[in-house]
């Protein structure tokens, strides 16, 4: 790996200078900004900005790895981390830590008064981010030292936000049916779509009974209730009704009986448990009951029990916990964790199509258990929802990872045709 450093009078300069002689896969490990000059650096002289940056070296100038002895390989095949490369990724880790902290103070910094120099723009601390991101998934590709492709593959499947552990798995199993060595041809991503598949549950249950829709604001619970309620009352037949507790929002409960009466179906509201409980038992003849609720702070425990309170007004035989695909890895766990305390059976993921991320949604089924039911992808009614298919959520996993796959393979032989 080379690392260099560069200096500019702002912060884009920098950033320019070390993608002029480094690629456009360059990766920033710090930045800073000093005065240059002057009295003893503090009065005076020039306000500089200096960029840390840092580019692996290209594939044709590595030294080829050499098979170790039996003693020294991991039963997997790949070649065991030596010293000097732990002692490189330590390194690595601490520059990736402290500017880590860094970053996040520095859009604070960026507001105060310049004493001199041009700060940093809004979308260079998006770069600077992303970069920083980059340098994460090097680190997570340093530590397993898998041959080629695979190292790769994790590298990519990284960007996914895919579980560490998982990848590791992915990885093994995939050099187990495709071998130690080979190529990222079409046997390779069945190969892939099939182990992920497999990691994969769903099932959609039979549409009858009661069912209670539950999860944070703004995932989309109203519209795909909606979607549902058409699906199976105007394209299956299913004598239904519907039902809202969402009495908080502006406007919700005039939303879900528009429609309702769109749809061609019974419609109520329930200001409490009790109401609810009454609804229910005056709804039994339907074959049907789909039920709307508020949208939810999952690290509110009186939130939660408000929920608890409206499931127990009824015997609910589905519940279903509505999450959006554009939620944040971790932000996503939280609310499974907080609101899987309400005896959730299925998951709903919404807005697949607004987000090109899908290893948490991959994640999140596999690690809670959970299954599938639904997908939706788009905001019309009742087009947009599908029945949850493990393959259609892979496919767009690996259709990203090949998109990246493609994008580094063409930076890499642009790059060689500059050298």
């Known amino acids: 790996m080379r690392i260099k450093r560069y200096v500019g009078r702002t912060m884009k300069e920098a950033l320019n200078m070390a993608r002029s002689e480094l690629g456009e896969d360059v990766l920033i490990l710090s ?36 098979s170790p002895s039996s003693s020294t390989t991991r039963s997997s095949g790949y070649i065991k981390q030596s010293t000097d490369n732990a002692a490189s990724l330590y390194q690595l880790r601490e520059i990736l830590s402290k500017n880590v902290k860094q970053g996040e103070s520095l859009q604070q910094q960026n507001k105060e008064k310049s004493f001199g120099g041009s700060a940093a723009t809004p979308s260079e601390l998006e770069e600077i981010k992303s970069m920083l991101g980059n340098l994460q998934r090097l680190v997570l590709r340093s530590k397993a030292n898998y041959p080629p492709p695979y190292d790769l593959l994790a590298e990519l499947l990284a960007f996914q936000e895919m579980e560490e552990d998982f990848i590791e798995g992915i990885v093994r199993s995939m050099m187990i049916s495709c071998g130690t060595h080979c ?22 249950p039979p549409p009858k009974g009661k069912m209670m829709f539950i999860g944070p604001t703004g995932v989309g619970k109203t519209t795909t209730v909606a979607k549902l309620a058409a699906r199976y009352h105007l394209d299956m037949g299913i004598d239904l009704m519907l039902v809202t507790v ?5 406007a919700a ?14 419609f109520a509201v329930a200001y ?23 949208g939810k702070n999952p690290h509110s425990e009186m939130h939660i029990n408000e929920l608890k309170a409206f499931m127990n007004a009824g ?10 695909a ?36 991959i994640d999140l089924s596999r690690i809670s258990g959970l299954p599938v039911a639904y997908f939706t992808n788009g905001q019309r009614v009742p087009d947009d929802v599908k029945e949850a298919d493990p393959r259609f959520l892979a496919n767009l996993l690996i259709e990203e990872v090949k998109s990246s796959e493609r994008r580094s393979s063409d930076r890499i032989e642009k790059n060689g045709h500059q050298r």
Do not use: C
Request: hydrophobic share 40%; aromatic share 10%; proline share 3%.
């Open 31 to 66: 930045t800073r900004k000093l005065r240059r000059g002057g009295f003893l650096g503090l009065f005076g002289g020039e306000v500089v900005f200096e960029v840390t940056a840092a580019v692996e070296e290209h594939p044709e100038t590595r030294t080829p790895l050499k």
């Open 183 to 204: 190529e990222m041809n079409e046997f390779f991503w069945t190969q892939l779509l099939e182990t992920i598949v497999s990691s994969v549950k769903t099932d959609v």
């Open 246 to 250: 969402d009495t908080f929002r502006i």
């Open 253 to 266: 409960t005039d939303q879900l009986r528009t429609y309702a009466e769109l749809i061609g179906v019974p």
């Open 272 to 294: 409490t448990p009790k109401e609810l409980s009454y609804i229910l038992k005056e709804a039994e003849s339907h074959d049907l009951i789909l039920i709307d609720t508020a």
């Open 315 to 324: 015997s609910i035989d589905v519940v279903y916990l509505v999450l959006s």
């Open 326 to 361: 554009v939620t944040r890895r971790r932000d996503l766990f939280d609310t499974y964790q907080k609101m899987g305390k309400i005896e959730v059976t299925h998951l709903i993921f919404t807005k697949l199509d607004e987000t090109k991320i899908f290893g948490p949604l």
